[in-house]
């Protein structure tokens, strides 16, 4: 392969999470972080009753931002490995043709499911990271596996293979 093939398959699929990302921050956008009171920035001595509401309704926003920001995470999270299953599928079944562009898309594609990963490490639930990163190494499995080794192993012989062993 040229280097100027694989730059523009670099440029595809950087392009394409680029794309995926910035459209679904577009129509789907992160929650808003509270402002610190400014107020109380500077303050060195002992705050007064009114610093201290102040203080406590800031820190009541705090965490109400950081739960939204935890079911945004999971929210994104999916929406962006169901993107990357689409590109994959699509690059595999439809562009797999055209050589540059179906390469391209298929690493925007695993770009696009590492985003999705790292957004689900965003979020507080520990069972909804591991549900992401098993959905995304099946998915990488069965298309490394459709993409690059189906025809050296077809699962009809793995099957027949398997019953004469018992």
Known sequence: MSLIKALYIIAIGLLIAAFIGFGVDTFYPSP??????TELQYKSEPLSTEFQQKQKDFDKQQKEYENKLSKYNQNLSVILITFAMIILAASLVGLSKLDVIGDGATLGGVFT???GIGRAFGSEEAKFRFMAVTAALVIILGLTYWRFLKEQFPLTSLQKSSKKKK
């Open 113 to 115: 499911l590492l985003y």
């Open 32 to 37: 808003k972080m509270p402002e610190y009171p």
